[in-house]
């Protein structure tokens, strides 16, 4: 009598900076590829890890959240120690455990929290720059928060995605969007039921535009109301971002 595949969940870090993305493509180093590999170097089994976003190539993730089903019977303790012992430096688990069979980290995600950093100064910082986007020019803190404001609640985001984002609805909670700042380092930290693609990137761009004054604070609230994307600012470098958590 065969056994019943076991339901895994792992939590995942990883520097994106040298991955082409989570999702695993032909001729592309992803991080679903090398966790892929690195089970089957572990168990001989191929398996298919589903993520609970598809993060862009450069994005990075302190908590991403897959899951995945396997045959063999391995204590978690083992499978976390030997998964880290074969995958490369960029990409580590951080948790590794079992699952009910019902879980599934893409759709039973109930939102996602996604921290994006601005290195604020006139002089490039070489230790941030696989983690931050340096903006040069001074901004003004205080129209960026009061903008920043208009974006919580719940809107259509059809201003805010990539022009080849393929979701059927663009409605989306913002559930908040904190802006801090501690010397020259800026963070926005993004919480919300869902994402369309390069939302937060797109978000995070036009504020940082509001702050330069390149972009009126009232252009953005028109930007929810028309989807106009072009009225907007530009889509910030994948390099600041990263995912930091997964609710459920």
């Known amino acids: 009598m065969s056994k019943e595949p076991q339901r895994w969940r792992i939590v995942v870090e990883y520097d994106g900076t040298d991955f082409s993305g989570w999702q695993r493509q032909d001729g592309q180093r992803t991080v679903q590829l090398v966790i892929e590999d690195a089970i089957r170097q572990m168990i001989g089994e191929s398996v298919f890890v589903r993520a609970a976003g598809r993060t862009d190539a450069g994005v990075h993730a302190d908590g991403q959240v897959a899951s995945f089903d396997l045959g063999q019977v391995i204590p978690p303790h083992g499978m976390l120690r030997g998964l880290n012992s074969i995958l490369p430096r960029d990409v580590a688990l ?6 009910a069979p019902d879980f599934d980290a893409r759709f039973s995600a109930r939102g996602k929290v996604y921290r994006y950093t601005v290195w604020n100064h ?6 941030r720059a696989r983690t931050a986007w340096h903006v040069r020019q001074t901004v003004d803190m205080e129209a960026i928060r009061q903008t920043a404001a208009l974006l919580v609640g719940e809107h259509d985001f059809r201003a805010f995605r990539a022009s080849d984002c393929d979701r059927r609805t663009t409605r989306r909670i913002v559930r908040r969007l904190d802006v801090d700042r501690q010397g020259p380092i800026i963070t926005f930290e993004v919480e919300a039921t869902a994402f369309l693609k390069n939302m ?3 978000l995070v761009g036009t504020l940082v535009d509001v702050g330069r004054g390149r972009v009126e604070p009232a252009t953005v609230a028109r930007m929810l109301e028309t989807g106009d994307r072009t009225a907007g600012g530009m889509t910030a470098p994948a390099c600041g ?3 930091l958590r997964v609710i459920y």
């Open 94 to 99: 951080v948790e590794a455990g079992h699952a």
């Open 241 to 243: 971002l990263t995912l």
């Open 122 to 127: 006139f002089v490039r910082s070489p230790r």
């Open 200 to 202: 937060v990137r797109i």
